[in-house]
């Protein structure tokens, strides 16, 4: 199947236009409309070069077209065209006439559409012949009724490969009038809202009526009750203090710290502490051990004797040599491991501020 140069030129040419948009297209939904076209028609080159076809070369034509529109985008359409077409090896002219169906789709946004559809072929002195038919085309709106167009189609035989083609230019005319569009209904004006004065006494957000917690202070943030938010924290204090060699006597310069550790657990009452004295390996490990029971023992009495902490809530453990706080068995080690040690940690709650 060889398509004519000349064909291909024209297709080409009118495809170029297709991107060309027409602002002024009418509304053509539910419209019928009617169009008269003139045509040229490439036979496929086998045709020309074939006793078969006659040797059908190309022609012109006219037609007749009747369709209606679906919508904006689909319409279909009834077609006939009569041809006069030439032959390769004489004068004569070959009558055709060609008749069919055809849906087209309107490309949105611009003024092309696509056409396919199914033809019947007669063509004097050769068989008849069904193709299907593809192709593109341009409609150029000059009133709001009145249409010109240039189509362009490839015809593929069913029964017998053959892939013709033709060109052609026509006008239409819409019958009918556009379907009315309703205009907008203008939104009515917006009512302002009455302005509702909410009282808050304290300032914090929340209406007095629904605040269980009147008089916050202005730095603290609240819930949707009016309370103030706490966050809790824990703080923690530590106490260590270091012995002489087989020593439990409390150093004078721990007794402050001793102190400062009794009144965090007055701050706090409900912590409870555990003092944990400790030895250095030095001797044996039994004597060790009541060693560093003594020297929990005397932190604890302090506690307990001179500054009011509830024995309940004080526990002295010896733990001998077994948790060193240096290894070795150097001065400095045996030094570092000569001590008590006591942690109290409490959760506090803070307010969050704005």
Not at 81 to 92: T, V, Y
Not at 120 to 139: P, S
Not at 237 to 257: C, G, M, V, W
Request: proline share 4%; charged share 25%; glycine share 8%.
């Amino acid at each position: 199947m060889k398509l004519s140069t000349s064909a291909i030129a024209i297709m080409a040419t009118l495809l170029s236009t297709t991107a060309l948009a027409d602002s002024s297209k009418p509304l053509v939904t539910d419209r019928v409309f009617g169009s008269v076209f003139g045509e040229y028609y490439f036979p496929d080159g086998d045709k020309t070069e074939s006793a078969e076809w006659s040797y059908l070369d190309r022609g012109y034509g006219y037609g007749l077209e009747v369709g209606y529109n679906l919508d904006e985008s689909w319409a279909l359409r009834a077609e006939f065209s009569r041809q006069h077409l030439k032959q390769q090896l004489s004068d004569d002219k070959l009558v055709g006439k060609r008749v069919g169906l055809d849906a087209l789709y309107n490309l949105p946004g611009t003024s092309a559409y696509l056409v396919g559809g199914l033809k019947h072929l007669d063509v004097e002195a050769i068989d008849d012949e069904t193709a299907l038919n593809i192709g593109i085309g341009y409609r150029k709106y000059l009133t709001e009724n009145f249409s010109v167009f240039g189509e362009m189609n490839r015809f593929q035989g069913i029964s017998e490969s053959f892939a013709d083609a033709n060109i052609k230019f026509g006008m239409s005319v819409l019958f009918g009038d556009a379907p009315v569009v309703a205009e907008p209904t203008a939104a009515p004006e917006p009512v302002a809202a009455p302005v509702v004065v909410v009282a808050d006494s304290d300032n914090d957000g929340v209406p007095d009526a629904n605040d269980l917690c009147p008089g916050t202070p202005a730095t603290d943030k609240v819930d949707a009750t009016g309370c103030s938010i706490f966050t809790e924290k824990e703080v923690n204090f530590t106490l260590k203090a270091q012995f002489a060699n087989d020593s439990a006597e409390i150093k004078p310069e721990y007794r402050a710290e001793i102190a400062e550790l009794a009144a965090f657990l007055k701050r706090f009452p409900g912590t409870d502490v555990e003092i944990g004295g400790h030895a250095s390996n030095v001797g044996t490990a039994a004597y060790n051990l009541k060693l560093s029971q003594r020297r929990a023992d005397a932190v604890a009495q302090v506690l307990t004797n001179e500054h009011g902490i509830s024995a309940s809530r004080v526990t002295a453990t010896g733990y001998g040599v077994t948790r060193p706080k240096v290894e070795g068995n150097t001065p400095a080690a045996h030094a570092a491991n000569r001590r008590i040690e006591a942690i109290v940690t409490a959760t506090i709650k803070e307010k969050v501020e704005r």
